[in-house]
Structure formats: structure tokens, C-alpha cells
């Protein structure tokens, strides 16, 4: 347990399903950031979030929605997806929204069918 | 194109002995550098940091060593122990990081009995 819960641990949905991705983070970090993790790429960041504000958004698609309601928890939206969003979706948090004590979580594996 | 580059996908090493992984990078911003490792089915897990101020950060067995004029860091293992073979992921920050950080495609090492 590394300190930032994800949920659920894997997903199965159809490209017309929507569904949600949920983070939650109790190291009193009050930076949270989504990563895609693809097969044979880099971790790509998606979204940042300091002090609830979302500071950064890396050309993501509209599809994903990203949401959070204070700096404990951070949801992804998700909606009409395509197969190639498959992957597995990494939520990390941060102190001050620095490098320094950096936590990821253990991923969503996200297979759109 | 990719800021943080990790050429060697696979590295396989005798038990015992010394494991180098490295990572170059071009982005001449990056001040704050990070190792982390990752096994399957589990988020990426902090393994050892270096700020750009230093050439050289040692925990235990594990040793970095940055060389800013070529843009190149590396990160030693001695003596290698089967538990760490796993995914070890190369990223890197420009001014702590509050934006997220840029990862390499990883290296997976595998340690040999």
C-alpha cells in the first residue's frame, strides 16, 4: 500500500459505456496528476491538479473528464472511449506539487471493448 | 519527441553483479531527476532522486550519477539481487516538478541466478 488508492483495479467497458476512475490519496500531498501508460510507450501525463485548480491538461481527448473535489480524491470521467484508450491509467500525488515525494498508485487497467 | 530517452529495453545480469541502466535526456530545463521501478500489476515505485546541483546521490545499493554536460544519467545496482528485476523507469522535472514529470519508456532488468 503505497499511500494512493486506485479503483477499481481493472475495467472492462464498451465504447459506449461511461464510467469513472477514482483516486484517493491520504499522504496530505495537495498535487494529483493522471498518467496513461500504454504498451511499449512512456508514462504520458494526462492531467495535473494543484490546490484542486487544474493546472495542466496535455491534449487529452474530450472523452476524458478529469475531476477534483478537494485535495484528497481525483476522478477520471470517462466517456465514449475507443479501443486504442486501452491501457492502464497510473494516479500519483505530491507534496507541494513538487518531485519530491512522488507516490503513484496501482494503476486501472482499462480495456475498451 | 521524447525528452527522456531510455535505449535499452531489456537488460539481463548475473546475480551478484553490477546492473547500469541509462537514461539520456535533451531538455536542458530538467533540473530534478528520478528513478523509479515497477513491477507487474503495480504502480511505478520511487526508488532514488537526483537534483541537478549534485553528480552523484548513493542509497544503499543503489547509485546515481548524472552528468549534466552530456545529458546522460545512470543508475547503478551492486550487487544485483533477483528481487530487483523489474521495469525501472528514467523521469525527469523542471523546477520541482510541479508540472508533472516526463518519463522514459523504461528498461526492464532482469537478474539471473
Known amino acids: 500500500e503505497t499511500g494512493v488508492t486506485q479503483t477499481p483495479r481493472h475495467l472492462v467497458m464498451g465504447m459506449t459505456n461511461k464510467k469513472s476512475l477514482k483516486c484517493e490519496q491520504h499522504l496530505g500531498h495537495n498535487a494529483m496528476y493522471w498518467y496513461k501508460q500504454s504498451a511499449k510507450k512512456p508514462l504520458e501525463l494526462m492531467f495535473v491538479?494543484?490546490?484542486?485548480?487544474?493546472?495542466e491538461n496535455n491534449s487529452v481527448p474530450s472523452r476524458f473528464s478529469p475531476e477534483c473535489p478537494n485535495s484528497s480524491h481525483l476522478f477520471l470521467h470517462l466517456h465514449t472511449l475507443q479501443p486504442e484508450d486501452s491501457a492502464l491509467y497510473l494516479c500519483a500525488s505530491s507534496q507541494a506539487g513538487g518531485a519530491y515525494g512522488y507516490t503513484f498508485g496501482s494503476g486501472t487497467r482499462l480495456t475498451v471493448v | 519527441d521524447q525528452q527522456v530517452k531510455q535505449n535499452s529495453p531489456s537488460l539481463s545480469v548475473q546475480e551478484g553483479r553490477i546492473s547500469i541502466l541509462n537514461c539520456d535526456y535533451t531538455n536542458s530545463m530538467f533540473d530534478y531527476f528520478l528513478w523509479y521501478k515497477k513491477y507487474p500489476a503495480e504502480g511505478p515505485t520511487f526508488l532514488i532522486s537526483?537534483?541537478?546541483?549534485?553528480d552523484k546521490n548513493e542509497d544503499g545499493r543503489f547509485t546515481v550519477f548524472l552528468n549534466k554536460s552530456a545529458k546522460h544519467l545512470s543508475l547503478h545496482i551492486v550487487p544485483s539481487q533477483p528481487g530487483d528485476s523489474a521495469v525501472y523507469f528514467c523521469?525527469?522535472?523542471?523546477?520541482?516538478?510541479?508540472?508533472?514529470?516526463?518519463f522514459g519508456k523504461g528498461t526492464h532488468l532482469i537478474i539471473q541466478p
Open positions: 537526483i537534483s541537478s546541483i549534485k
Open positions: 523521469a525527469a522535472s523542471v523546477g520541482g516538478g510541479a508540472d508533472g514529470l516526463t
Open positions: 491538479y494543484n490546490f484542486k485548480e487544474q493546472t
